[in-house]
Nanobody, 125 residues
Framework: QVQLVESGGGLVQAGDSLRLSCAAS????????MGWFRQAPGKEREFVAA????????YYADSVKGRFTISRDNAKNTVYLQMNSLEPDDTAVYYC??????????????????WGQGTQVTVSS
């Protein structure tokens, strides 16, 4: 079992930055592919970013490419999402997720087995 806890959300202004953290407990996530998703009110949960454990390859949604960076610190059992140049459309609850069985597609919520409880990010204009 893996428990994931997100932190770092908050209320910011457009153009500001935030860094979200996802701390894992229960066991190491060093060999898990990890992802970040977000869900705005009335919308489906959508993919934001993912990182492969084996290669460090990263993937991003087009809407955040160039502004967000996913990274991981295996020694701390933590995954991060650095968010720069935030926009009002980035307002959502952000969730981290861990995949335990390799899948070629990391952009689907169904590819992940463990989820955190989410952290709210609100960007005012």
């Amino acid at each position: 079992q893996v428990q994931l806890v997100e932190s770092g959300g908050g209320l910011v202004q457009a153009g500001d930055s935030l860094r979200l953290s996802c701390a894992a407990s229960g066991r190491s996530i060093s060999m898990n592919d990890m992802g970040w998703f977000r869900q705005a009110p009335g919308k489906e949960r959508e993919f934001v970013a993912a990182i492969r454990w084996s290669t460090g390859t990263t993937y991003y949604a087009d809407s955040v490419k160039g502004r967000f960076t996913i990274s991981r610190d295996n020694a701390k059992n933590t995954v991060y999402l650095q968010m720069n140049s935030l926009e009002p459309d980035d307002t959502a609850v952000y969730y981290c997720a861990a995949e335990t069985t390799w899948t070629p597609i990391l952009t689907r919520p169904g590819s992940y087995d463990y989820w955190g409880q989410g952290t709210q990010v609100t960007v005012s204009s």
